[in-house]
């Protein structure tokens, strides 16, 4: 008897086996979250769907799937947004310098930033990074989200705190990087997938959406079925 894989059988093995080529990794699907089976299984179902290329089909993404609740699909969700907005920072903080922006400021008002234990004003970077982390911290906290298969109306207001906050992060960006805004949103469609939630489980009155909608000049990409 041999344990050893061969190369030739289909791998009905959910894993990247040595030598897998990059457009080959993660080749697989999940009929509905609980087929995952993994104690990270919300996010790995939504990272699968991210991967199949879907990032511009924000409905079918928000859609939420069997075998997760309404709430739980959310969190997932958030956490997903600050994974990609770690990465969206990163390459704003090219030209998102303290020297042009040395405090943060959506269109014509001033932000303070609130991660230093009392409210005080921080360039667009650092109130960015220091959001970002206060949202990353406030998901991992087991008092806000004592269980993420299993998340609670409570836990709204916490939803709302870090959405009214993240949201300063894409404004920043559109009224004073524009065209570091529409590079990125045609590539990610984060800011869109982000907005939409918002909306969808009413984390943010209208009146903070202050970034117009079709803002850009986005053009989808035409769905191939
Ligand atoms: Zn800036
Ligand atoms: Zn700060």
């Known amino acids: 008897m041999t344990t050893e894989v061969s190369a030739k059988e289909p791998v009905r093995q959910r894993i990247n ?22 104690d990270m299984a919300g996010q790995e179902y939504l990272q699968g769907l991210l991967r199949q290329q879907r990032r511009f089909e ?3 993404l928000l859609q939420v799937p069997s075998g997760i ?5 959310l969190y997932e969700h958030m956490r997903q947004i600050c994974v990609e907005l770690g990465f ?9 310098t303290e020297r ?11 932000f303070y930033c609130a991660g230093h234990g009392h409210p005080r004003p921080c360039s667009a970077m650092g109130y960015s990074v220091h959001t970002l982390d206060y949202a990353v911290r406030l998901l991992s906290s087991g008092t806000a989200f004592p269980d993420r298969s299993d998340i609670q109306d409570t836990s709204m207001k ?36 982000f907005v939409r939630l918002a909306r969808k489980y009413e984390l943010a009155p209208e009146s903070q959406i202050i ?15």
């Open 17 to 38: 086996l040595p030598g897998t080529r990059e457009e080959e990794c993660f080749g697989w699907t999940y009929e509905s979250v609980t087929e995952v089976g993994t």
């Open 58 to 60: 924000i409905d079918k």
């Open 69 to 73: 609740s309404r709430l739980s699909w």
């Open 88 to 96: 969206y920072l990163a390459q704003l903080f090219h030209e998102c």
């Open 100 to 110: 042009e922006c040395p405090v943060m400021r959506a269109n014509e008002t001033t």
């Open 158 to 193: 916490h939803f709302q705190s870090m959405v009214r906050r993240l949201y300063r992060i894409f404004a920043h960006a559109y009224f004073h990087h524009r065209e570091f805004f529409e590079r990125q949103e045609s590539a990610t469609y984060l800011y869109a997938r």
């Open 211 to 225: 970034i117009p909608d079709l803002p850009t000049t986005i053009e989808l990409p035409a769905v191939t079925k």
